[in-house]
């Protein structure tokens, strides 16, 4: 059973850059895509971007300027920066799998993790 | 992008109760339409991908309708535990986006 976890820094001043890692388990990183999806609170979910297992990125034109997402096939990682931060960055993060770029579901999530803004 | 809406917001419903819930994108998305149940504290879980395919593992009474711009979600006899909120997402294009959800409760 393929098992996601996120895993960071529950506190991020403002300004600063948000960094998360989300660790695999229970089947390979590679040949599938990966993606990091917020929830800000009281709101809906947003998708941020993918990266392939090969290292191939798209990402969310919202963010785009701010986001980097890479991965670590060694370690059966991936993770997100995001930089210059602001209080509406404040969300719970969640990776996710999927299988294609696009037309597929999102069938596999982490739990999530809450990562504040703030001073 | 494709914007995502969702009706209702919320409802109130009672164990054996037939619940439906809708889903309209802003545009044609073909079936490419995601249905996920969420709780709070677990990881998000698939029920229906391509508008009214059953990811393995869900419940049959749960079902899903629709092509174009307007889909459903259908919990056929609704149990305890599945008082939670119901999200749709459209994978048809980056980015994708996702409905505000539809927070189903007693």
């Known amino acids: 059973q393929v098992q996601l976890q996120e895993s960071g820094p529950g506190l991020v001043k403002p300004s600063e850059t948000l960094s998360l890692i989300c660790t695999v388990s229970g089947g390979s990183i590679r040949s599938y895509y990966w993606s990091w999806i917020r929830q800000p609170p009281g709101k809906g979910l947003e998708w941020i971007g993918y990266?392939?297992?090969?290292?191939?990125?798209n990402y969310n034109p919202s963010l785009k300027s701010r986001v980097t997402i890479s991965v670590d096939t060694s370690k059966n990682q991936f993770s997100l920066k995001l930089s210059s931060v602001t209080a509406a960055d404040t969300a719970l993060y969640y990776c996710?799998?999927?299988?294609?770029?696009?037309?597929?579901?999102?069938?596999?999530w982490g739990q999530g993790t809450l990562v504040t803004v703030s001073s | 992008d494709i914007q995502m809406t969702q009706s209702p917001s919320s409802l109130s419903a009672s164990v054996g109760d037939r619940v439906t819930i809708t889903c309209r994108a802003s545009q044609s998305i073909s079936i490419y339409l995601n249905w996920y149940q969420m709780k709070p504290g677990k990881a998000p879980r698939l029920l229906i991908y391509a508008a009214s395919s059953l990811q393995s593992g869900v419940p049959s009474r749960f079902s899903g309708s629709g092509s174009g711009t307007n889909f459903t979600l259908t919990i056929s006899s609704l149990q305890p535990e599945d008082f939670a909120t119901y999200c749709c997402q459209q994978s048809y294009s980056t980015p994708f986006t996702f409905g505000p959800g539809t927070k189903v409760d007693i």
């Open positions: 996710a799998r999927h299988i294609s770029a696009s037309g597929i579901p999102f069938d596999y």
């Open positions: 990266i392939f297992y090969s290292g191939s990125t």
